[in-house]
């Protein structure tokens, strides 16, 4: 733990720029209600969300500094968001900071029994921020950025500037989102769940030839609790996934994604992989996105 702090500490520690969702999650544990039923849940949290976010709090807690690049505001509830990541040392460049509108706002019930989790949520649909709205000099020693395809226009310019500046680029696939096709030419790193379909894709090895089209030289597809299929480099194979009782799976994509960008600065990218998925396991074991961190 020692260590671990000296290195959130030290001005050299690795800079990660997270573009994309920022919501306020209200999660709740609890089974799925029936029509008309009232429930009651046996825990709950609130924490700051989104794909980028939370991938954002796990790379500053393996010791880097992490920033956001979303939609913020100034709405009263954004309190909770900006101090939840105040807790976790995760900075906000905030891309609309004088807008009022409420933030989206995530509302999730985690199922006791299975770990599962059901989403209701608005995304970043009405909170679409243009590239004029990026901070000046937002990339200054940056070493990876990732994308998780929720401001479009945004992330082009993002994704574009990096390129020139050799900074890696990293995609969080959850989904297939229109636009990701113009992101694609500048991606070193293409980390997609088994819902990523882009057009005309309907298997794994369709989105492997449509993604290899684009030059990607590392690609991945996630399969919850089955393993890891990659492409690297022309060489195929497959990443083991721990094999766990699961509390609660929500946010372990994203935590994967932020612990493959901790290590895909020092490791493999098959190691990167196996280690990231090791820590997404982790979280599965406890309620909520935030509570695995203060288990270590």
């Known amino acids: 733990m020692d260590n671990l702090k000296s290195k959130i500490q030290n001005p050299k520690s690795p800079r990660g720029l997270f573009v994309g969702l920022v919501t306020l999650d209200l999660i709740y544990l609890a089974d799925p209600p029936k029509n008309n039923q009232k429930i009651v849940a046996t825990d ?64 999730i019930i985690v199922t006791q029994a299975t770990g599962e989790r059901a989403v209701v949520s608005i995304n970043s649909v009405k909170t679409q921020a243009s590239s004029a709205s990026i901070p000046p000099d937002i990339l200054q020693n940056v070493d990876i950025v990732l994308i998780d395809g929720h401001q479009m226009m945004v992330s082009y310019s993002i994704a574009e500037m990096a390129k020139a500046k050799n900074i890696p680029v990293v995609i969080d696939g959850g989904s297939w989102k229109p636009g990701f096709e113009q992101i694609l030419p500048f991606v070193d790193y293409a980390i997609c769940s088994a819902n990523f379909y882009p057009p005309n894709c309907q298997t794994g090895e369709d989105i492997f030839a449509y993604l290899g089209g684009f030059d990607i030289p590392h690609i991945a ?57 090791n820590i997404a396991a982790d979280s599965c074991k406890s309620f909520g996105t935030r509570r695995w961190m203060d288990l270590k």
């Open 44 to 107: 709950y949290t609130v924490a700051a969300g989104g794909p980028a976010t939370n991938a954002a709090v796990t790379f500053s807690h393996l010791g880097n500094q992490a920033t956001v690049l979303g939609v913020v505001g100034s709405d009263p509830m954004t309190q909770l968001i900006r101090g939840d990541l105040a807790n976790y040392k995760v900075a906000i460049a905030d891309l609309e900071p004088t807008t009022d509108l409420a933030p989206p706002v995530s509302s």
């Open 221 to 277: 597809i996630t399969h919850g609790q089955k393993p890891i299929e990659y492409l690297s480099c022309t060489k195929t194979g497959i990443v083991d996934v721990p094999q766990i009782q699961a509390v609660d799976t929500l946010g372990a994509g994203d935590i994967f994604h932020g612990a493959f960008c901790d290590y895909i600065l020092r490791e493999s990218f098959t190691d990167a992989l196996a280690l990231a998925v």
